[in-house]
C-alpha cells in the first residue's frame, strides 16, 4: 500500500504529540485529584486536632455543640467514638450503633496516629474520612471520626479536568495545523529535488535548487547541485571525447585509404606489367615508405594502450644528456634543415639522467618533432640541466604558439593543436603527446607547456635523481 509522504510525516507528528498529550493529562488528572483530597484531609485533620484539644479544656456538650455548628456549614460533620471504635457521639444520630472497622481500630491501637480513606460508603453516601485517635493514660481510649463527602472534590476535579480537556483540544488543534504546514513544507522541497532529479534523467542539467545550510535537506540540495555540475562536466568531457572519437576515426580512415591506395595500385601496376622499368625501382621504394607508415600509425596506437594499461617496464639506468640529445639531433637533422630550422644544444658534460634509455629517446623525439613542425625558418634549442634532486630538460621553439585552451587541451587522446595535421610522420593521430605525457609519469617525472600565440612554445620535462 503506497502512502504519501506529507501523510506520513502528519501521522508520525499527530500520533507523538496525541500520545504525549493524553499523558500529561493523565498525569496531570491523577495530581489534581491527589491534591484535592490531601487537602481534604488536611483540612479535616485540622478540625479533628482543635475539638479534642478544646475537648480537654472545656465541657463536653458545649464544645460538641459548638463545632457542629461550624462543620455542618462546611458540609462535614464529626463523630466521637470510645473503646472498641463504637460511636458515643452523637447519641441520637442514625450512626450511634455504627463503629470503626476492626481492622481501623487496631491500626490506632498500634499507635498510627491518622487513618484516612477516600471514596467509601458511610451512612449510604461515599465520603472521604479522617480518624484521629484520643490519648488518656498512656493508651487509646477513644478518637474523633470526621466524614465530608466527595461530590464537592468530585466536583472541583472535575471542573479542572473539563478546563484540561479544553486545552488538550485547542493544543491538539493548533499542533493539526502547525503539522500539517511543517509536513507540507517538506514534502514541497523534497518534491522540488525530486522534479530536478526528473529533469536531468531527461537530458536537463539546468536544474539546480536553491542553495542554503538551514537543515540536512538544504546541504543535500546544495550537494545535488555539486552533483549537476560533475554531471554536466562529465557530460561535455563525453561530448568531447565523442567529437574527438568521430575525428579520430575519420583521420585514420583517411591516414589509412591513402597509404593503402598507394600500396595497391603500385602493386597493381607491377603485377600488371603498366609501370616501365626505369620507374619499377621508385614504385617500390613508395610501397615501402608507405608500409613502414601504416606500421608506425599501427605501433603507435597499441604503443599508448600498453603504456595506459601500465604493461610497460621501464629499465631505469645512468645515461649522459648529452649524449642522448646529440643523438635527437642527429636524428631529425634533415627534418629541421628542410625547413630551415637551426637545432640548438645547450647542455654540460657531466649532466646526467636517471631514466629509461629507449623511452627518454622516444619521449624527446615526439617532442622535437612537434617543435619542428610548428616552427618555419627558426629554432629549436634543447637544453639539459643537472640539478641536486631532479634532472630538467627544456625544449624551445620559436614556431606559432598556442593560446591558453590549446595548452590545456593538447595532452588529451586524439587531441590535434592544429586540424591540418593530416600528413606528418608523427603525431598525425593526436597520440604522440599522451604517449610523452604517460611516459613522463612513469618516471615520477613532471611535463609542462608554457606558450603563448606567435611566440614559440616550450616544453619543460623534469625527472628526478635516484640515489
Do not use: C
Request: proline share 1%; net charge negative; hydrophobic share 40%.
Amino acid at each position: 500500500m503506497r502512502i504519501k509522504y506529507i501523510y506520513q510525516q502528519f501521522i508520525s507528528h499527530i500520533s507523538i504529540l496525541i500520545i504525549a498529550f493524553i499523558i500529561l493529562s493523565l498525569l496531570f488528572a491523577h495530581f489534581v485529584e491527589n491534591m484535592v483530597y490531601e487537602n481534604k484531609v488536611k483540612e479535616l485533620t485540622k478540625y479533628g486536632e482543635n475539638i479534642l484539644e478544646d475537648f480537654d479544656r472545656a465541657g463536653q456538650e458545649f464544645i460538641f455543640t459548638q463545632y457542629q455548628h461550624v462543620l455542618n456549614t462546611q458540609n462535614i460533620s464529626f463523630s466521637i467514638f470510645g473503646q472498641n471504635g463504637v460511636i458515643v457521639y452523637p447519641v441520637a444520630n442514625n450512626a450511634t450503633r455504627a463503629r470503626l472497622s476492626d481492622e481501623d481500630w487496631n491500626k490506632l491501637s498500634r499507635g498510627e496516629k491518622i487513618i484516612t480513606k477516600h471514596n467509601i460508603k458511610w451512612a449510604n453516601q461515599e465520603v472521604s474520612l479522617v480518624a484521629i485517635p484520643y490519648i488518656g493514660r498512656g493508651e487509646v481510649i477513644g478518637g474523633i471520626l470526621l466524614i465530608s463527602p466527595i461530590s464537592g472534590s468530585r466536583e472541583m476535579i472535575s471542573e479542572v479536568n473539563q478546563y484540561l480537556l479544553y486545552t488538550v483540544i485547542i493544543a491538539l488543534s493548533v499542533s493539526f495545523l502547525l503539522s500539517w504546514v511543517l509536513s507540507k513544507i517538506h514534502v514541497n522541497r523534497i518534491q522540488k529535488i525530486r522534479k530536478a532529479t526528473s529533469k536531468i534523467a531527461n537530458g536537463d542539467y539546468d536544474a539546480y535548487l536553491p542553495v542554503s545550510n538551514f537543515d540536512e535537506i538544504a546541504e543535500m540540495s546544495n550537494d545535488f547541485n555539486d552533483m549537476i555540475d560533475q554531471l554536466k562536466a562529465q557530460n561535455e568531457e563525453i561530448d568531447s571525447l565523442e567529437k574527438r572519437r568521430r575525428q579520430f576515426i575519420a583521420d585514420v580512415s583517411h591516414e589509412l585509404r591513402t597509404p593503402l591506395t598507394t600500396i595497391s595500385g603500385v602493386i597493381e601496376g607491377l603485377k600488371n606489367n603498366m609501370i616501365e622499368e626505369d620507374e619499377k625501382e621508385k614504385g617500390i621504394q613508395l610501397v615501402s615508405q608507405e608500409t613502414k607508415r601504416l606500421i608506425r600509425l599501427v605501433n603507435e596506437n597499441l604503443d599508448y594502450e600498453r603504456i595506459r594499461s601500465n604493461q610497460v617496464k621501464l629499465v631505469i639506468e645512468r645515461i649522459q644528456l648529452k649524449e642522448v640529445l646529440e643523438v635527437i639531433k642527429e636524428h631529425l637533422l634533415l627534418q629541421a634543415e628542410a625547413k630551415n630550422i637551426h637545432l640548438i644544444i645547450d647542455v654540460d658534460e657531466d649532466s646526467m639522467v636517471f631514466a629509461d634509455y629507449d623511452r627518454l629517446i622516444q619521449i624527446l623525439i615526439n617532442i622535437t618533432k612537434n617543435s619542428i613542425q610548428f616552427t618555419n625558418e627558426g629554432s629549436v634549442l634543447l637544453r639539459g640541466i643537472q640539478g641536486s634532486a631532479a634532472t630538467i630538460i627544456e625544449i624551445e621553439d620559436t614556431g606559432i604558439g598556442m593560446d591558453k585552451q590549446e595548452i590545456e587541451s593538447i595532452w588529451r587522446r586524439f587531441y590535434k593543436a592544429d586540424i591540418s595535421r593530416t600528413s606528418n610522420q608523427f603525431g598525425e593521430f593526436g597520440l604522440g603527446l599522451s604517449i610523452v605525457k604517460r611516459l613522463v609519469e612513469l618516471h615520477k617525472g613532471e611535463i609542462t607547456i608554457t606558450s603563448e600565440r606567435n611566440r614559440g612554445t616550450k616544453f619543460t620535462i623534469t625527472i628526478p635523481i635516484k640515489e
